[in-house]
């Protein structure tokens, strides 16, 4: 099975086998043309797979409302006949969750919540062992939680979680902390270049102990075990599976998230619920991807 992962900057294309380990992977920021990176990436694919690629792969998008990504969407059909699963694009966070509870932290379990932050804010529900779509394919955009009662500009554009949140937000946060006064390790870093800024240099501030970095890192938990806790309230799971920074940066934000979570739950809740940190890493939308080309859909 071939699994494919797509957002504007970055493609990511896994062959797996029917029990779900990787047998080649490629992938390739996107540059000028995402059509070409993701041609390539099957390409390198097809030749390191031990059979011929099928007629049918899977695809997760991180962006539906993407014009670029559409536009390869529609390449990927014609390449395969037309019978790509393609047509029915599935959201990142919705093939991660089912990848998740495939073959990674949530192997088995049957009401899975996935919640995973980096650079997107994503997410997905399995319910009873299926992924959950919702009506139009929307069912799982995480960015658009609202947190926040102040009506923001950035908010309307990509959601209130992923501006609060993701890597971008992070950075703006660490900025304004620092335009207002505070000064952080970050600033030698960098050098005091804000455009060169990433979240991983907050973070590893954090790790070493940088207390503009540590507040900028418990703001962000916060609202992270918010959106957790709700999305728990709504599914009910058995399981809510934390990817993304939540994953990598689990010595930080993990005991923090865990936390806010149990402050915004009722105790039966919270001590029935399990938290587990995602396992299957990039490649989780992908995987998800090519297992949906035969798992059924609601």
């Given at each position: 099975?071939?699994?494919?992962?797509?957002?504007?900057?970055?493609?990511?294309?896994?062959g797996?086998?029917d029990?779900?380990?990787v047998l080649?992977?490629?992938?390739?920021?996107?540059?000028?043309?995402?059509?070409?990176?993701?041609?390539?990436?099957?390409?390198?694919v097809?030749?390191?797979m031990?059979?011929?690629?099928?007629?049918?792969?899977?695809?997760?998008?991180?962006?539906?409302?993407?014009?670029?990504?559409?536009?390869?969407?529609?390449?990927l059909?014609?390449?395969?006949?037309?019978?790509?699963?393609?047509?029915?694009?599935?959201l990142?966070?919705?093939?991660a969750?089912?990848?998740e509870?495939?073959?990674?932290?949530?192997?088995?379990?049957?009401?899975?919540v996935?919640?995973a932050?980096?650079?997107?804010?994503?997410?997905?529900?399995?319910?009873d062992?299926?992924?959950?779509?919702g009506?139009?394919?929307?069912?799982?955009?995480?960015?658009w939680?609202?947190?926040?009662?102040?009506?923001?500009?950035?908010?309307?554009?990509?959601?209130?979680?992923?501006?609060?949140?993701?890597?971008?937000?992070?950075?703006?946060?660490?900025?304004?902390?620092?335009?207002?006064?505070?000064?952080s390790?970050?600033?030698?870093?960098?050098?005091?270049?804000?455009?060169?800024?990433?979240?991983?240099?907050?973070?590893?501030?954090?790790?070493?102990?940088?207390?503009?970095?540590?507040?900028?890192?418990?703001?962000?938990?916060k609202?992270?075990?918010?959106?957790?806790?709700?999305?728990?309230?709504?599914?009910?799971?058995?399981?809510?599976?934390l990817?993304?920074?939540m994953?990598s940066?689990a010595?930080?934000?993990?005991d923090?998230?865990?936390?806010?979570?149990a402050?915004?739950?009722?105790?039966?809740?919270?001590?029935a619920?399990?938290?587990?940190?995602?396992?299957?890493?990039?490649?989780?939308?992908?995987?998800?991807?090519?297992?949906?080309?035969?798992?059924?859909?609601?």
């Amino acid at each position: 099975m071939i699994g494919v992962e797509l957002d504007e900057a970055r493609v990511c294309v896994v062959g797996v086998d029917d029990q779900g380990q990787v047998l080649a992977r490629a992938s390739a920021d996107a540059g000028a043309d995402l059509g070409a990176a993701a041609a390539k990436a099957l390409d390198d694919v097809q030749r390191a797979m031990p059979a011929p690629l099928p007629g049918v792969i899977g695809v997760a998008v991180a962006n539906p409302e993407s014009a670029s990504t559409a536009a390869v969407v529609s390449q990927l059909a014609l390449r395969f006949g037309g019978s790509v699963s393609a047509n029915r694009a599935v959201l990142s966070g919705t093939a991660a969750a089912a990848a998740e509870a495939w073959v990674g932290a949530a192997r088995g379990v049957k009401d899975v919540v996935f919640f995973a932050v980096d650079q997107h804010t994503t997410g997905g529900i399995v319910r009873d062992g299926a992924a959950m779509t919702g009506a139009r394919g929307r069912a799982g955009l995480m960015a658009w939680l609202s947190l926040n009662p102040v009506e923001r500009e950035d908010y309307r554009k990509i959601g209130c979680l992923e501006a609060e949140v993701a890597a971008a937000g992070i950075v703006r946060r660490m900025i304004w902390r620092i335009k207002a006064g505070d000064r952080s390790r970050v600033q030698d870093v960098i050098k005091d270049d804000f455009s060169a800024m990433t979240a991983q240099h907050v973070l590893d501030a954090a790790r070493n102990g940088d207390g503009v970095s540590i507040s900028v890192v418990r703001d962000t938990a916060k609202y992270l075990g918010m959106a957790a806790a709700n999305l728990v309230v709504i599914a009910d799971p058995e399981m809510l599976v934390l990817g993304g920074i939540m994953a990598s940066a689990a010595d930080l934000l993990i005991d923090p998230i865990r936390t806010e979570i149990a402050r915004r739950l009722p105790k039966v809740m919270m001590d029935a619920l399990k938290i587990e940190t995602a396992t299957l890493g990039a490649d989780a939308a992908a995987i998800g991807a090519a297992h949906l080309v035969t798992a059924a859909l609601p």
